[in-house]
């Protein structure tokens, strides 16, 4: 008998992961929150759920760090999929409440930061929560605080919109990542590969010879992004996404003569780009 796919995602119910999750998986998966992206990783890494959806970058704000980490410390994690969502902001409050009564703005780190202009405007301090919905729900319970947030918000924590639209940046976007344990994938003509590499030492034109493979390879890179290696002062990883299949044959190239010039080479997979 079929098991119903388990499907992990950043809760609780009314996050931007929620809605992202809704997007991917069918009718029978179930869906399961969890509150941190940390325990995401960790319960895929022990089998607890079969596939998780985890947000990876955001057009204004730039990468989500600790998926970024995640990616670097779970080896049988691999990325099968990406796709991207609309994310807008709202600012909603307890009904019967008005602006003026509001003393803080409580939200995650990112829609923070992505309405970082709007929130300097209304001139109230914030308070940074685990996510979008937890500080929907400390607003149910806070008759002063105020929550930035998805529209599904309202429904579910019975909440006000005040304020639509309200990110500094209106083509606001997040790409979303779904991920699979020990999963290999096929070529689909629209797919993109990561890795990570890290480099033996810090001299004059290292890096360049790394990227000079891409480009004798002909190989289109669509994101470099370096992060502390924890190593030490000055000592980087570096992710890199490319357009292209690993068993594509350019691509399979260029991997292996990357890998040959580097200190630290992981792939983290190739995957197909789907729109929602
Ligand atoms: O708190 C939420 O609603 C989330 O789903 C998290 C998260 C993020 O970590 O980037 C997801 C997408 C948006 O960029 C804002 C927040």
Known sequence: MNKNKQVGYLGP????????????????????PYPTILNIFEDLEDNKIDMAIVPVENSTEGSVL??????????NIKIIQEFQIPIKHNLLIQHGKTIDEIKV??????PLAQCREYIYKLKKPVQSMPSTANAARYVTE??????????????KYDLKIIDENIQDYKNNVTRFLVLKKDAKTKPTGHDKTSIIISLYDDKPGGFYKVLYEFKEENVNLTHIESRPSKEGMGKYLFFIDMEGHKLDENISRVLMKVEKKVKM?????SYETINC
């Open 66 to 75: 600790i998926t970024l980490d995640c990616l670097t410390n779970f080896n």
């Open 13 to 32: 119910e009314g996050t931007f992961s929620h809605e992202a999750v809704l997007k991917v998986v069918d009718e029978t998966d179930e869906i399961k």
């Open 265 to 269: 080479f992981k792939i983290l997979g």
């Open 105 to 110: 703005i409580c939200s995650h780190q990112q």
């Open 142 to 155: 806070i008759e002063t605080a105020a929550v930035i947030g998805n529209k599904m918000l309202a429904d």
